[in-house]
């Protein structure tokens, strides 16, 4: 990949769509992760106005160092860059005790998990609607179009996905030459909505080096008997994601009504 070219495409395609959308610039969800750091720094070389939000809800304390570390090494080299934090753990805790009780479950924690990230979302578009911004998505192309990685109406709720074209491994690529830190370059990938340790491998099941060639190999039109052992095992799991998560990258389906019951 010619990364630098690549940088330079995307940094051009985000002022010219804040342009033509007539928005002054781009708030982004900061959360100590690879895909956040690097969206953020994309948004920061526009030389439009970038905010960056850390939202923590019980979060990990190691990602809010790494994501407060982006932060100010960004707005030491960015005079547009600003920071603001929300925390909302109190306002999650709220809202749970205000839902019906429900029994613990695997279930009720990805539905929780999935709350915290509709939080994040509704918190951006909180900030875009005060200051005019787009709110900038930081979902790579295995996440968004392969597993379906995210949460609907969560992270991705967003008005434009600039690295999701990217694999995971080119977002680390152009990570490299944005120069993001060492810490975010090496820590395990995580969505951080369970506070706890559990990384995006730990949660799918493969890392995203296997994704990626699993995604490569469903494009090439492979089949499960193709392969044997984890090779097998690993596309059965890009496969299950992918079959069961089309509803998030699909379009909402419209009932459409035929002409003659509307005449």
């Keep these: 990949m010619k990364s630098q070219k690549v940088i330079d495409h995307i940094v051009n395609w985000l002022k010219d769509y ?3 959308a007539k928005q002054d610039g781009f708030v982004v969800g900061v959360s100590g992760g690879i895909d956040s750091a690097v969206t953020s720094t994309l948004c920061a070389m526009t030389g439009l106005r970038t905010l960056c939000v850390e939202m923590p809800i019980h979060q990990a304390p190691s990602q809010v160092t790494r994501a407060q570390e982006h932060i100010a090494q960004l707005k030491n080299r960015f ?7 929300v ?15 429900a029994e613990p479950s695997d279930q009720l924690d990805l539905t929780l998990a999935n709350v915290r ?14 200051h005019r911004y787009l709110v900038a998505g930081t979902g790579n192309k295995v996440e968004d179009f392969g597993v379906g990685f995210y949460t609907k109406y969560g992270d991705g709720g967003v008005d434009l996905s600039p690295i999701a074209d990217l694999l995971k491994s080119e977002v680390y690529e152009i990570a490299e030459l944005l120069g993001v830190q060492n810490s975010i370059m090496v820590a395990k990938p995580t969505d951080g909505l369970y506070g706890d340790s559990r990384s995006d491998e730990d949660q799918i099941g493969a890392n995203y080096d296997e994704l990626e060639w699993a995604m490569e190999m469903k ?3 492979k089949t499960t008997d193709d392969f044997v052992g984890r090779q097998k095992e690993v596309f059965d799991i890009y496969s299950r994601y992918n079959r069961n998560n089309l509803h998030k990258m699909l379009p909402i389906p419209v009932c459409e009504i035929p002409l003659h019951l509307k005449n």
């Design 18 to 20: 804040a342009i033509n």
């Design 79 to 85: 005079a547009n860059v600003t920071n603001v934090e």
């Design 87 to 101: 925390n909302l753990t109190e306002t999650f805790e709220t809202l749970k005790t205000g839902l019906p009780a």
């Design 117 to 130: 990230a509709r939080l994040r979302m509704t918190t951006l578009y909180y900030f875009a609607g005060l």
């Design 219 to 221: 494009e090439s039109g």
